[in-house]
């Protein structure tokens, strides 16, 4: 809601300067956004009389202009097409400044000497969307006759500041000029004056009849009839005021309909009388697939929770939300329906959000109208018809349903007040500052009745009285006191800090941190996870935003593809979020909180030594391994060759096992998926963290290191290729005795030398007694049953 100072000032006088009013009013709970300044960088802004306009000699679309600028005549080029002799126009003078820093000069056009500058009201700062049609991309000129060398500002009514209003839902009353006084009247004192709108009742008998064929869509209809109006512009303060409020002037009958609502907050209706089509009008809910035509020509097919208003058999108007085209006034109409009305919010809203039809109008049905305006806001059209259209009232109010205009009570105590706020205030102070909100009290010692108004219809309970006391009195007014220190000091959970130092752990080894969205294309989120079923939203934005994501590998690989794209070869990113699994139609989805990663080209990469890693399998192995000996998990982590998706490669892809739990996967992309999206070598992984997250770690001991030697034993043991390290790994620790204190692969071989489908695979095994240095007998009575381990599951000794 955009609220001149001019506009409020008439309503009810405050001379406070406006950063002072807009600074209460934003403490008092309503937020002003932005001051918009129409004085701010104008100077030598005049009314100019434009006495002659001749062709300019040397350029086709320039005219020299005789311009009585108050004191002298001064002769300025012009290029509007709409310049004309006998009329009243905005000139900056010579030396003037304009919004923008554009300074005015003297000029010579093509020969000719300018003396200033005949100006467009976009050049004073309005936007172009609201200038009237009849002066875009031209010259703004004066309905009225002025007197020359008048303050241009003055007479535009620009002298003028303008408080834009950001609403909380709550506070409809705010949406009009009568809400800005009554809550400057609150803030600041003083009487709230309300516009003429007392109007005589015509003489003669109306043949329209009102009827609300449903009281709960229409609650009431009221309808004045002015006859013999002229369509014209309306005057040019009606035209800046609409202007300043963000709303484009059309004709003096629509501008007086938009003049009324920013004035009581009541929307109206101008409907041509001589097109309603019958001698009724009939308001109800629309028919299931009803059809009409809306004032910007489209058809719109209606339903049946829709009110529309009808000339008994057709309808003419989308109740609340946009009037009809066949009804609608034209400057052949000289007889105006004016509507008032109160129509059920829900529908309002329902019907302007199913049509994306949002207007001034709709935006107040929906949170609800003040019955107390209704009648008001009509008068106050019909009088201005007969003032600026020339009108006459043909009649007294056509109606049908009531109007509730009787106050609602709210019973409060002082005590209650007092206990919310933490607060001393005594009885009289709460009523005074009621009062200044226009709530009237009645006070029983510490109780207090109060009358709210229906234009304050948003005061439901209690509490809504005291938030209006404490609105008012002054939030600084407040009592402060310092926080309970008993409680608990605050600190992060386990989960939090173990999170943490994964975070630190993946940046400290160069990998960036990706945020992606939840939501995913039905394609991507059955790739890299085998859970059944996929959670769907009901309206996607679009189809690659149409699901919940089961990984978040392929959001990691469209970041590399991405940075691929625009020459960044090497790439690592991880992600901590969540997947979402699906418990069927009606139940909420399970969610888990994931750790994924990525990382293709090179990494480390040192030039002056010329050293890298290359980004594999082994890479993003070492990489999740790391965080595991962060979180201290190392020894209950173990690895298995998985071919379980067709997105990894098949002979670089592991699964990863908590205590034989699988909580992952580590692979490089399978070499067709990695080319279809441009990409070369690239490994991902994916970890279940609130499986990781979970176990917890005891008390952590330390031992002193050993004085005495450790011995190690290599051996070299021939296997079938498909035999696994780690399942060697795991018979030598099964078979070794108690000083078997490590035990790795370091070495590998498949070639020449080798027989068909077999490999060799050497180990080193390390054995350690912190009590004394261990003998030949002892290590080889704890080394003879490894090797006889190790043959018994098929491995043969080199």
């Not at 950063?19 to 709970?29: F, P, W």
């Not at 100077?43 to 009389?49: A, D, E, I, P, T």
């Not at 209006?468 to 309970?484: F, N, Q, T």
């Amino acid at each position: 809601m955009k609220v001149s100072r001019e506009w409020l000032n008439e309503w009810i006088p405050n001379e406070v300067p406006v950063s002072e009013l807009a600074e209460k009013i934003t403490r008092g709970g309503i937020e002003v956004d932005e001051i918009i300044d129409y004085t701010a960088e104008v100077k030598n802004l005049v009314v100019g009389y434009v006495k002659t306009v001749e062709q300019h000699p040397e350029a086709d679309r320039l005219r020299i202009c005789q311009v009585d600028t108050g004191e002298e005549t001064h002769q300025i080029i012009c290029g509007a097409p709409n310049v004309k002799a006998d009329s009243y126009v905005v000139v900056c003078k010579v030396g003037g400044r304009l919004p923008g820093g554009i300074k005015i000069k003297r000029a010579k056009l093509r020969g000719e000497v300018s003396e200033g500058m005949i100006c467009s009201l976009e050049e004073l700062g309005i936007k172009e969307d609201q200038v009237p049609a009849e002066y875009q991309n031209g010259i703004f000129m004066f309905q009225e006759e002025k007197m020359a060398g008048e303050d241009a500002l003055a007479a535009l009514l620009l002298d003028d500041q303008v408080m834009e209003f950001d609403l909380t839902p709550n506070r409809k009353d705010a949406l009009s000029m009568a809400g800005a006084a009554y809550e400057t009247r609150a803030l600041f004192g003083g009487e709230v004056a309300l516009p003429a709108h007392a109007v005589e009742d015509g003489t003669g008998s109306s043949a329209l009849e009102i009827r609300n064929a449903d009281t709960e869509a229409v609650p009431f209809y009221g309808a004045r009839i002015v006859t013999g109006v002229a369509i014209a512009p309306s005057p040019t303060w009606m035209q800046m005021r609409l202007i300043k409020a963000g709303i484009r002037p059309i004709n003096n009958v629509v501008d007086i309909s938009n003049y009324v609502l920013l004035e009581f907050g009541q929307p109206l209706h101008m409907f041509d009388r001589d097109q309603i089509g019958s001698d009724e009008i009939v308001t109800r809910y629309a028919h299931e697939n009803e059809k009409m035509t809306t004032l910007d020509g489209r058809e719109r097919k209606l339903e049946s929770g829709d009110i529309v208003i009808t000339n008994g058999s057709e309808p003419i108007a989308l109740a609340g939300v946009m009037g009809g085209e066949f009804s609608e006034v034209t400057d052949q109409t000289t007889s105006v329906v004016i509507e008032s009305a109160v129509f059920n919010p829900v529908s309002i809203r329902r019907t302007s959000g199913r049509l994306n039809l949002r207007s001034e109008a709709s935006a107040r049905f929906e949170k609800g109208v003040s019955h107390e305006f209704v009648l008001k806001a009509l008068d106050r059209a019909a009088l201005l018809l007969t003032q600026y259209a020339g009108g006459t009232v043909a009649s007294s109010v056509l109606s049908s349903g009531e109007l509730d205009v009787e106050d609602t009570t709210i019973n409060i105590t002082k005590a209650f007040i007092n206990s919310h706020l933490g607060m001393e205030l005594e009885t009289a102070e709460i009523q005074e500052t009621l009062s200044k909100l226009g709530l009237s009290t009645a006070v029983d010692g510490d109780a207090l009745e109060v009358s709210v108004p229906s234009r304050r219809d948003d005061l439901k309970i209690k509490q809504d009285i005291t938030e209006e006391v404490a609105r008012i009195y002054g939030y600084d007014a407040l009592p402060s006191s310092m926080p309970d220190t008993s409680t608990t000091s605050g600190k992060l959970t386990d989960e939090q800090k173990k999170t943490r130092t994964i975070r630190h752990q993946l940046e400290s080894l160069g990998l960036s941190q990706a945020i992606n969205y939840a939501l995913t294309s039905r394609e991507k989120a059955e790739q890299f996870n085998e859970l059944e079923g996929t959670v769907e939203l009901l309206m996607p934005m679009s189809e690659d935003h149409a699901v919940l994501r089961k990984s978040m590998i392929p959001h990691l690989v469209d970041n590399v593809v991405y940075n691929r794209n625009r020459q960044q070869k090497d790439v690592q990113f991880y992600e901590i979020g969540r997947i979402f699994q699906s418990n069927g139609t009606g139940v909420l989805p399970e969610e888990r909180e994931m750790l994924a990663g990525v990382i293709t080209g090179e990494m480390n990469r040192t030039d002056w030594l010329g050293t890298k890693v290359p980004a594999d399998f082994f890479a993003a192995k070492g990489i999740v391994e790391s965080v595991f000996a962060k979180l201290g998990l190392g020894d209950s982590i173990r690895y298995e060759q998985s071919s379980r998706f067709d997105t990894m490669h098949p002979g670089r892809t592991a699964d990863v096992l908590l205590d034989n739990e699988r909580i992952g996967t580590i692979g490089e992309l399978h070499p067709k998926y990695a080319q279809q999206n441009d990409l070369d070598r690239t490994a991902v992984f994916e970890i279940d963290l609130d499986r990781l997250l979970s176990v917890k770690q005891g008390n952590i001991f330390y031992d002193q290191l050993s004085r005495y030697p450790s011995i190690t034993r290599d051996i070299a043991l021939v296997v079938d290729r498909t035999v696994a390290a780690d399942t060697l790994v795991r018979t030598v620790e099964t078979a070794a005795g108690k000083h078997l204190v490590d035990v790795f692969v370091f070495d590998v071989y498949e070639g020449d030398n080798m027989e068909a489908g077999k490999k060799s695979v050497a180990l080193r095994l390390t054995y350690l007694n912190k009590e004394h240095t261990l003998t030949d007998e002892e290590i080889e009575k704890q080394h003879t049953p490894v090797l006889e381990a190790l043959v018994a599951n098929g491995a043969q000794i080199r």
